[in-house]
Structures are given as C-alpha cells and as structure tokens.
C-alpha cells in the first residue's frame, strides 16, 4: 500500500469555497428582530419579516457546498444548544450590568463602605469569568460524555438566568446567578467544540467550530430583541 506523504491528501491544496451568504442572512434574521425593539415598524410586520431571511437560509444551507452547519444529527444538537445558551446568557448579558448601574445609582451602603453602582459591574463580571474559567477546566478533567457536559452546563445557564430575572434578593442574587450561569457556559462549551469537531472530518475543523461562536451570537441578538 502506497502511503499518502504529508501535503499530498484529498484537501491540501483545495481551495474550498467560502460561504459569505449563509453568515449574512443569519445575520439579517438578527437585525430584523433588533429593528423590533426600535419601534420603527410595528412588531406584526417586523416578526414575520424575519421569516424571509431565515427561509433562504434553509433553502441556501441545502444547497452550497461549505455550509455553516455540519449536516449531522450529532452536530445541529450541539449548535441548537449554543443558540439557546445564547438566547439566555448573552441576551441577559446585555442588558444585567446597565440594569445594575441604573437600579444602584446611589450604589449599596456596606458596613463602613459604599459600593458603587460601576464597582459593583465590576464584580458581577470578575465571578462570571471566574466561574467560566473554573467550569472549562473542571470539565476539561472530569471524564464524562460530551452530551452529560453540554446537559449540566446548559441546564446550569438557563436556571441561573431565570434566577437573574428574579426581582428579588437586591443586587446579590443577580450577581450570583450571573456567576452560576457563566460556570454553566464554561462546563458545556469545551464539549460543545469536542462534539462539533467529532463530525466535521479532516481539514474541516475549523469549518466546524466556527458555527458554535457564530450561533451563539445569533442567539445573542435574539435574547436582546426578546428581552
């Protein structure tokens, strides 16, 4: 059996086709739904505009060459549940420190201490990172199946941005929750990537890949045109 040299395989030196299209109307389906929320056109007419851009989404996804989703079971799972934990996380990211700037103006009087409005952002950010950087590593060393991890870390993210909802507690349980869900979104994302990756074959990892980060945006923009 001949053995194929490094360099000499099916892909290298391929130039595969690059998929501007598909990126682009995800993107208008987002924009028509963040047009919602600047009232210009009334919401009966914006929401079923949306349909347009997401039909030929369909319809172009089908049908190019280099879609943006690996068109595996495996791989849409993993994708639809990046596009929920965007919903969630992201969404209520964008608004959680300006509602705590704007509802701790005068900031929060501690026992010899005022702490501020923006100090208290501050601190809602550092457990958030804190608590995605201990849930990447701590899953990154647990030997547990990709689907328990993006289970636990998505169920995790949606219950603690529930618990952000809550008009209750004053500015602790915001904060808390906000730090829960960023552990949350630190335990599935490593198994996110792995389960992406086990279905975009080779030369296509990072084809592959890049879907999660880019559904995750889209459910970005649709948490805030929802919130």
Do not use: K
């Not at 028509?32 to 009334?42: F, G, N």
């Not at 608004?95 to 501690?110: A, M």
């Amino acid at each position: 059996r001949r053995h194929v040299a490094a360099g000499e395989g099916p892909l290298a030196g391929a130039r595969q086709p690059l998929n501007l299209l598909g990126p682009v109307l995800l993107g208008a389906i987002v924009a028509v739904l963040l047009a919602v929320t600047r009232h210009w056109l009334p919401a009966a007419f914006l929401v079923p505009l949306a349909i347009v851009p997401a039909a030929l989404f369909v319809w172009y996804e089908r049908r190019t060459a280099a879609p943006v989703f690996t068109h595996t079971a495996n791989s849409i799972a993993a994708n639809v549940a990046a596009f929920g934990a965007g919903v969630a996380f992201l969404g209520a990211e964008t608004y959680l420190p300006l509602q705590l700037q704007v509802g701790f103006t005068h900031g929060i009087d501690l026992p010899g201490y005022t702490l501020s409005g923006v100090r208290l952002v501050g601190i809602a950010l550092l457990l958030c990172t804190l608590g995605w950087t201990a849930g990447s590593m701590g899953a990154a060393r647990v030997n547990s199946r990709p689907r328990n991890q993006i289970m636990l870390g998505t169920a995790l993210t949606f219950a603690a941005t529930a618990v952000m909802a809550t008009p209750v507690g004053g500015a602790s349980v915001p904060v808390l929750a906000y730090a829960v869900s960023g552990l949350g979104m630190g335990i599935a994302s490593p198994a996110l990537f792995t389960a992406v990756l086990a279905d975009g074959g080779e030369g296509r990892e990072g084809r592959a890949t890049s879907s999660i980060p880019l559904t995750r945006q889209v459910g970005s923009g649709t948490g805030a045109a929802i919130a």
